[in-house]
DNA sequence: GCATCGGTTCAAAAAATAATGAAACATCAG
DNA sequence: CTGATGTTTCATTATTTTTTGAACCGATGC
């Protein structure tokens, strides 16, 4: 299916004056990479939560870009997805104007925040089609196994929909 | 993240003497796509599954292949993950050589055997990598909440390790 | 044997996704 | 206002993943 690329070993070079990556933090890297792949999170995303997640100090753009070594573009999109998902805060430093980044407390927050967005979405946008499926199948005498089937099908759908916001309470935005 | 191509909508040719799928079945095959979208699963794998999912009947290698207008490879790659995963199975016709192919009874079932298999390796390569880098982090003293941090993360990835035999118990083969 | 059926494999082509970086934009300090 | 700073946007490029199809392989029947 993914076999996802090892051989991206080989280190980007940092900006200047930023240090790689030390293998420990490779090692944590590669860890968050590797579990973001399974969600489809691309690498770069993975490799910004991990950077922070293993820093002591919340880090500023430039920061995070130099050790990572990856584009600006990508900085800013990767934060903007982190952002979006509830997974990092920024603090503001006094003294500066550019905000600094940190994990949020809770990874499993963070998780939830993520399967949330993915899930739910593809959930609802199939309530309708799949009734409609089901409907049609009845409509035109289908096989009753079928019908079964979609029926089952249908009802966990919506049991899941109906759950999801118990279970995964949406922020307050 | 990934907005996954919409456009693909328009029908590819079937191989002669099979009916494309109808819009009934296209609905379903596009929910299957969805789902099996968050989690990496390519379309023709997902479609495979949508068409048996929704036939009375169990398929053979070019019903399947026709139906979808899919090559050859596809469908014998397509059928080889699925039967990996246990979502589907073979029954032998009498009169026929060419096993025909249907979905496992339970939806549950399959796609927890997906999960297990994705989740699982993951979590185990992990396991050693994360204590490392954690006692790494304890040896050159790093900062205490970055060390509390690394600990709930290697604690979290243990116990899912310790727990994942139980709640998917691996098939004996 | 050897020809045919049923598929599988795998290198090459096509499609999808992610990363880059220059230009555009926003905000703040003066 | 105006210039500098800090970030976002997005067309382009690079990388990865998926699909294709022809060559190949192993039955089975003759």
């Given at each position: 299916?993914?076999?996802p690329?090892?051989?991206?070993?080989?280190?980007?070079?940092?900006?200047?004056s930023?240090?790689?990556?030390?293998?420990?933090?490779?090692?944590?890297?590669?860890?968050?990479?590797?579990?973001?792949?399974i969600?489809?999170?691309?690498?770069?995303?993975?490799?910004?939560?991990?950077?922070?997640?293993?820093?002591?100090?919340?880090?500023?753009?430039?920061?995070?870009?130099?050790?990572?070594?990856?584009?600006?573009?990508?900085?800013?999109?990767?934060?903007?997805?982190?952002?979006?998902?509830?997974?990092?805060?920024?603090v503001?430093?006094?003294?500066?104007?550019?905000?600094?980044?940190?994990?949020?407390?809770?990874?499993?927050?963070?998780?939830?925040?993520?399967?949330?967005?993915?899930?739910?979405?593809?959930?609802?946008?199939?309530?309708?089609?799949?009734q409609?499926?089901?409907?049609?199948?009845?409509?035109?005498?289908?096989?009753?196994?079928?019908?079964?089937?979609?029926?089952?099908?249908?009802?966990?759908?919506?049991?899941?929909?109906?759950?999801?916001?118990?279970?995964?309470?949406?922020?307050?935005?």
């Amino acid at each position: 299916m993914k076999p996802p690329s090892e051989k991206s070993a080989g280190r980007r070079p940092s900006a200047p004056s930023f240090p790689p990556l030390q293998p420990a933090e490779l090692e944590l890297a590669d860890f968050f990479v590797r579990m973001a792949g399974i969600l489809g999170v691309p690498r770069s995303v993975a490799e910004i939560y991990a950077l922070l997640y293993i820093s002591p100090e919340a880090l500023d753009f430039d920061h995070i870009q130099g050790r990572l070594g990856i584009s600006k573009g990508s900085v800013s999109q990767g934060l903007k997805f982190l952002r979006d998902h509830e997974m990092v805060l920024s603090v503001k430093h006094p003294g500066s104007r550019r905000p600094r980044w940190q994990p949020t407390p809770s990874l499993a927050a963070s998780l939830v925040a993520l399967l949330r967005s993915q899930v739910l979405p593809a959930l609802e946008r199939a309530q309708p089609s799949l009734q409609r499926v089901l409907t049609e199948a009845e409509a035109r005498g289908a096989d009753a196994a079928v019908i079964e089937r979609l029926n089952r099908l249908s009802r966990w759908n919506s049991r899941a929909l109906e759950l999801a916001p118990l279970l995964l309470p949406p922020p307050v935005p």
